[in-house]
Each structure stands twice: as C-alpha cells, then as structure tokens.
C-alpha cells in the first residue's frame, strides 16, 4: 500500500513568488492534515480536512496560505505571495478516522522542503 | 492551551546503556499522548502511543498525570535507535497534534 506522499520533495522560490505543495493521501482515508516545522521551531498543525470540509485550520498562520481538497482527494498547499519567514518542512498527513482515544494512526509523508529566498 | 517539552535536544548514549527520553505536558483535559520517531532518511512514524501500553522496539512510555510526563524508556540502546525523536499530544475534537520540539537521540558503539 502506498503511503502519503507529497510534491514536490524541494522547492526554492523568490520572495514574492507562489508555490503549490500537493498530498496525496493513503487511499480511503478520509483525514487530512497539513503540519509545518520552521526552522529551530517545532512541527506545528496547521488545518485538518475530514473529506473536502476544512474541519480545524486553526493553525493557519495567516492569509497567504491557502489549502483546498476538492473531491476529498489529494490537497493543495498554496504560498502566495511566499515570505522569507515560510521556509521549512511541510508535512502531510492522513487518517482513517479521527477524533481522541480512536485507536487511529496517522500517517505522515516525508515532507516538501520549501525555501524562500 | 496544550504545550509539550522535550528539554533535552540531543541526548549520546553508548550501546546498551539504558536511555530515557524526556516529555513534559500541559493540558487540561484528559490527554492522548504518542511518541514519533523519525529515522534518517525516513518519514515521521508512530513509534507507540500511551492508551496501547505496549512496548515497540523494546520501548515504553509510562503515562504518568501527576507529574504531566512522559517519558520514552528503553533498558539497553542499540546502535539503530539513532534518529529524532517527538513526542506528541492530542487535544480536542479531531487528531491535532501537538508536538514537542524533539530530542535527538545518537547512540555511540
């Protein structure tokens, strides 16, 4: 079984510019999460898809970023325009189920590592 | 709010020493906690969690809520035990998690 899997593996952009990170998620799961880690800082959540619906994007740092997950499939990260200050790792990852004490293991991809010069 | 601490940022130990990993919490409610390891090379992985009370790998982590900790144990290191790890908590509704800043684990022949 495939895991998660996200594009690209590394990126570098100019300030200013846009970049799209995408996600794949393992195949009928039906949670998608979106985690970053900046540098010297710790992974942090950044919003929850249960199918299409956004169900927490509490971690959204502000409104240059954008996630979307239509058809409840694979999902989209956007940077526009990308700040000096959003390079680091981001992370995805999936679940079959969600909620506390479910017994359910998320999975993570490897990461998009993303640099903004 | 729900804060983790993994005071220690790296941590050398030589095979077959006894390692302890340390993990503090804060959170009102009734926590979830997990463990995360990450492997050189390699994707973030659930190494165990606390309501499964099993031991992967020869680790174990012991919930404990008087003291908000915990801690990832093992009795002897092995040499592949090498990589970064997270501990993590689960508040809320959903599967958030929140993570602590990670402690590297180098374990010397």
């Known amino acids: 079984e495939a895991g998660v899997t996200q594009f690209p593996s590394h990126s570098v952009i100019e300030k200013g510019q846009t970049v799209t990170l995408r996600c794949d998620p393992i195949s009928g799961h039906d949670n998608l999460y979106w985690y970053r880690r900046v540098m010297g800082k710790e992974i942090k959540f950044l919003l929850h898809?249960?199918?299409?619906?956004?169900?927490?994007e509490s971690g959204m740092p502000n409104n240059r970023f954008l996630a979307e997950r239509t058809g409840g499939t694979y999902s989209t990260l956007k940077v526009q325009p990308a700040e000096l200050e959003d390079s680091g790792v981001y992370f995805c990852a999936s679940s079959q189920r969600s909620g506390r004490f479910s017994g359910n293991t998320i999975y993570f991809g490897e990461g998009s590592w993303l640099t903004v010069v | 709010a729900q804060r983790v601490t993994q005071p220690e940022k790296l941590l050398s130990v030589f095979k077959g020493a006894p390692v302890e990993l340390k993990c503090n919490y804060s959170y009102s409610g009734s926590p979830e906690l997990f463990w995360y390891v990450q492997y050189s090379r390699q994707r973030l992985q659930l190494l165990l969690r606390?309501?499964s009370r099993e031991s992967i790998k020869g680790f174990t982590a012991d919930l404990n809520k008087g003291e908000t900790s915990f801690h990832l144990k093992k009795p002897f290191a092995q040499e592949e035990d090498s990589a970064m790890y997270y501990c993590a908590l689960s508040g809320g509704a959903g599967n958030m998690l929140t993570f602590g800043g990670g402690t590297r684990l180098m374990v010397k022949p």
């Open positions: 898809f249960v199918k299409e619906s956004k169900q927490d």
């Open positions: 606390h309501i």
